[in-house]
Each structure stands twice: as structure tokens, then as C-alpha cells.
């Protein structure tokens, strides 16, 4: 369920909107969306 696409479309817009914060992946907001892509096949 965690990673259900809308949760994940959900999740994405927060990261977006707050600009991200540092976490320990070490990637930056605007890696987030193409690793999704690549990664993330629902």
C-alpha cells in the first residue's frame, strides 16, 4: 500500500513543495523525479 501509485504521486508533490529536506540518500529534488521513473514501475 505504501508504495501504491497514488501514494507515491502524494508523496512526491510534499517533497516537491518543501523543496526536500537532507536525508541520508544524499539525492536532491530534482533527481527525485527521473529516479522515480526509472525505478518505479507500478
Avoid: C, Q, T, W
Avoid at 501509485?5 to 529536506?21: D, P, Q
Avoid at 541520508?24 to 526509472?38: N, R, S
Wanted: no cysteine; hydrophobic share 35%.
Amino acid at each position: 500500500m505504501i508504495v501504491e501509485g497514488g501514494n507515491m504521486e502524494e508523496a512526491y508533490k510534499r517533497v516537491v513543495a518543501n523543496k526536500g529536506s537532507h536525508g541520508v540518500d544524499g539525492m536532491e529534488v530534482d533527481e527525485l523525479l527521473p529516479y522515480l521513473k526509472e525505478n518505479f514501475k507500478p
